[in-house]
Structures are given as C-alpha cells and as structure tokens.
C-alpha cells in the first residue's frame, strides 16, 4: 500500500488538537503499519493437534490464491507450533498433511494475530512394533488393529501361510517386519513378516549292537527298525 503525502504541522502548547489533525495522524499510522507488514510479511503459528505423531512426519503449508506455497518450519521444542514466516498480505489456506492422515485445512487472510488449530484424521493404520513377538500374538495384534499380512517367511526363505500359519512356526519370533514401526500400512500391499525358522525334532531309534551278526542278519535287523544299511567295509 502506499502511503499518502504526509504535511507535518506543528501545534503550540495549549492550542486543540481539531479531529481533522487527529485523523490524519491515525490513517498515516494505519498506513505505516500495513506498508510495513507488507514489505516483511507476518508470521502465523499453527499448532497440530496430532500430538502422538513426529513431527517431522508432518508438512505445514500456506497456500496463497495465486499458487504461491510457503512451508512452515517445524517445532524447536515438542509440542511447539509450526511458524510460517513471511506471509505476504491475503488470503491463504493452511494445509497440514501427514502420510496415513487426511489433510485438515483452514482458511486465514494475513495479517491474522490468532494461532492456527488443526487436527488430521487417521485414514491408514500404523503398523505396531512387533519385533521379537511370538508370530500367534504378533498376528492377533496385527488383526486388531485392521492390518493385513500379505506374506510371512522365514530365514530360510520358506513361505509360512499367512491365514493358517503350521503350528511349528506359532512361537517363532519375529526378526523383521515391513513397513517399519508407526509407518501407515497400505491396503493394498499390507504388512510382511519374517520369522525364525521353525525348528523339528527328527524321530530317531536306537541303533542295536550288531557284533557277531552276518552280514545279511545285520541288514534284517536294520530293515526291521526302518534303516538303511550304508557302506560296508570288510577286512581280513
């Protein structure tokens, strides 16, 4: 804004001040203030009341009518609001986004005094920390909270079937697990897990004394235990 040509006049002691002069000294001073706000630009604090969210998972933008976009920096101490600095005079719409979030959004014209409030809703599920739990109460957790699993393997690489996990694998611990804690999970991709490998015990018997046997009552012996006869050295 411009200012307008100011005449300066001087007053005696004791001489009334006419509302003419008085109003001319206001809307100088109104004038003044907005030129000065509109070669700086003002600053608006916006506060994000997700308050269990990082911040640094959070973007704080001002959207101006011509296109124009300024990015507010983030809190120095936690819990602190997001600054934007140099908004020129206008309107504007605060935007803050989050992945896993809907935008929330609030209109201002600047210069505005009052701080921003805004809260963003939830559209994904985060996945939880789960490393180190048992894959059954990881799978419980994981079904509470609305979060699929699109696949599990284990070390070895061998798939485990995500619905009806084999019984061997219901304790195994989970090593690794995709999208990382508190990241939003996809609908369409869900959540992957690796687990331990399962460990088998193998069935075993107890191999008899086959000293003094022949060789063809050694093999009888052996069939009948469900072994198999290896390699066979004689000597003389």
């Known amino acids: ?33 907005s030129t000065v706000q509109g070669l700086s630009g003002s600053v608006v604090e916006v506060t994000v009341g997700n308050s269990d969210l990082d911040p640094a998972r959070i973007r704080v933008t001002a959207l101006g009518e011509d296109g124009s976009a300024v990015e507010a920096a983030r809190p120095i101490t936690p819990g602190g609001p997001f600054i934007l600095t140099n908004l020129m005079p206008g309107p504007y719409t605060i935007r803050a986004s989050a992945p896993g979030f809907s935008a929330a959004t609030a209109a201002i014209t600047a210069p505005a005094a009052a701080p921003v409030q805004l809260t963003m809703e939830r559209t994904k599920p985060r996945m939880p920390a789960v490393f180190g739990q048992a894959l059954d109460a990881t799978l419980s957790t994981l079904q509470a909270a609305g979060i699929v699993v699109a696949r599990i393997v284990d070390v070895t690489g061998r798939d485990v079937a995500p619905a009806n996990p084999d019984p061997d694998y219901r304790d195994a611990p989970v090593l690794m697990h995709l999208p990382a804690a508190g990241e939003p999970v996809a609908a369409d991709s869900g959540a992957q897990l690796v687990v331990a490998a399962a460990l088998k015990v193998e069935p075993s018997v107890e191999v008899p004394s086959l000293t003094g046997l022949t060789l063809d009552e050694a093999r009888k012996v052996l069939d009948d235990l469900g072994l198999v006869l290896g390699k066979v050295t004689t000597r003389t």
Do not use: K, Y
């Open 1 to 33: 804004m411009a200012l307008e040509d100011f005449i300066a006049r001087e007053v005696a002691p004791g001489e009334p001040l006419t509302a003419q002069a008085w109003n001319d000294i206001v809307r100088a001073t109104a004038d003044l203030i």
